[in-house]
């Protein structure tokens, strides 16, 4: 604890949870956004990951409010919120974002995949036969008018859940923004920069995830796939940077009483997390890696080296910014004359193991669903 602290603010309160939800949640919307680029806007190049980008999707928002539920005190009245909702509580509008969201995309995937579940419908046999008719809700039909309607429903589907992908994600930001007495979070940036660092952790995790997947599978790269989505890396990475880089700027431009202490902050409590490795290794290194892929024409696997280590750093780059954001705001005393100190545990209640623990578990989800909900489509099997 450094200068004048309130007796208040000695102790952080949003801790590693609070950072890990944000994070989970980017993860959620960007990858549902990726696969919506093919079926809302026809990036055909998209074609091969659109299936593995809305389960993605799907397994990390099934445990995206796992998180804010250990860090409650009493969690088992989180349901409180959806039973006797109040409208003027962002909270209680997050629960309703948030089932809407899961409706969505297990509809979703419900109709992307229903072709398939009518294929092994019609190959299995006893239990099995009946499991997959329950699935299908009893709809076995596999004709073309019913795909065409598969289609068209995952395209209506997709095209409702971006707005609704964007609000679960960007109101997180609107909490902080909206804290008027925190100058370093006290900003209408804060909702768009959170968006955008969104999109730029899905993708990246997306391109992670596909590069591993496909050789661990021994299957080879659909490069045209991922040229398309390291181009889209590179630009929302630029745009998200950028924004995050103004709001500084734009700061210490306009010299006001916070920005001194702000100053103080960044370049003391912050200065390894946020000048370090969220600014100079984690956003210059892959900016210089991927304007080197995509503008210069290079061999297939140098090129896709440096995505795959530019969508690693990109990862850690969004956490170090979720971090910054929750951790770096509560460091600052409120009377301006002092900071906090913060260190995670590691074997508490929301120390780095359980924060480690809930994180995996979503990918080891992942990959027990690609035996229900095949990633990757067949050569000549026809699907939404």
Known sequence: MDGFVFPNEQHVTWTVMIVLYPYITGLVAGAFIVSSLYHVFGFKNLRPIARFSLVSSFAFLLFAAVPLLNHLGRPERAANIMITPNFH????????????????????IWFMYRPDFTLHWEKSRGLVRAMFYLLLLGDTRHTP????VD???VKILAGIGI????????????????????????????FIIFIFSAIVSGIAVLIFLYQFVKWLKKIPYSQETLETMARFLWGFMIIAVVLELMEVLSLAYEQTEEWAVLKSLLLGKLYWTYVV???????????????????VRLPTKLF???????????????????????????LLSKSYRGFTSYLPGIFEKEGLLVAALIFIVPFLLLRQFDKVFPFFEQPGRERA
């Not at 280590?309 to 910054?324: E, F, I, P, T």
């Open 277 to 295: 490795l969220q600014l100079l290794v984690c956003s210059v290194v892959p900016f210089f890696l991927l304007s080197f892929a995509c503008l």
């Open 145 to 148: 008018e019913a795909l065409a």
């Open 89 to 108: 509580s962002a909270m209680s509008g997050f629960g309703f974002v948030y089932t809407t969201y899961i409706v969505i995309v297990f509809l979703e």
């Open 304 to 330: 896709n080296g440096l995505v795959f280590a530019s969508s690693v750093l990109l990862l850690c780059q969004v956490l170090l910014m979720r971090w910054n954001v929750v951790v770096g705001g509560q």
């Open 163 to 190: 707005p609704v992908a964007c609000v679960l994600h960007g109101y997180v930001g609107f909490l902080f923004g909206s804290i008027k007495a925190n100058p370093w979070w006290s900003t209408p940036l804060m």
């Open 151 to 153: 289609r068209k429903m």
